[in-house]
């Protein structure tokens, strides 16, 4: 049996500034808008890269707009691949390994209102796995073309 | 920071509709309370209910989230019920996962919302 090597899609930085997240959903969006995604999950994919790349402006890179966010798309198999990396080469307190939001504890003041966004990710895509080399911090989002793994809940 | 996010307010009887439009994120903390503010102090009666109506709104992000978490917090400690309209399919199921919908009454939209909020027995 052959095995395909993983495609390079695209690839792409951005400037660590707030907002520029949109950016970067806007592109992955177009790259990957022919790959048999479902709107459901192509606008689940959106959300999770939006997440991730600001996790990676604020978080990883510190809001300075001179290091920038790296942004691959990949196509492996029947999975769409999206690595977002920061250079702040360590794990994200706040985010990779925050207690799970809580909304009755929110509600009742005992949690921040904040704190939704590795959260969302996790929801979002099929996969997520995060890397990290004491330089470089990696956050790899996995969704199949195929569909199915995460069901269609509406 | 300058917010995409756009504000209306109107009062209807025993309701506060605040009409969003833009982008719900972090920079429109100070649209989304100044419009509580208005929204529930506007006209003479007392306004038990806020509609938050999202139709024209086109992005929604995790610090969007909490700002409505916010919104729902303040207003659940005034005693006021929350409900939402015009959530699209993908931010209706980020209200499912987050559980806000456990919390704001979702409805298609605008209309229906306060159709059934001016007349709850239709």
Partial sequence: MTQVAPRSLDTFTLASEPGNERLALARVAGTVKDLGLSDARLERLKTAVAEATMNAIEHGNGNRPEIPVEVEVTQDGDEIVVAITDQGGRIHPDTDEHEAPDLVRKLDGDQSPRGWGLFLIRNMVDAMDVTTDGQRHTIWLTMRTGGAAHDERM | ?122
């Fill in chain 2, 1 to 122: 920071m300058t917010s995409a996010c756009e504000a209306t307010t109107r009062a209807l009887p025993g309701a506060a509709v605040i009409e969003l439009s833009g982008e719900v994120d972090g920079s429109a903390a100070a649209v989304l309370t100044d419009a509580y503010e208005r929204a529930v102090t506007a006209g003479p009666e007392s306004h038990d209910t806020v509609v938050l109506d999202f139709a024209a709104v086109d992005y929604i992000n995790s610090t969007g989230i909490a700002l409505i978490v916010s919104v729902l917090a303040r207003a659940r400690a005034e005693r006021r019920k929350v409900v939402a309209s015009g959530l699209s399919p993908h931010y209706r199921e980020i209200f499912d996962i987050t559980r806000l919908s456990d919390f704001i009454e979702l409805f298609p939209d605008l209309d229906r919302a306060v159709s059934q909020l001016t007349h709850p027995a239709a």
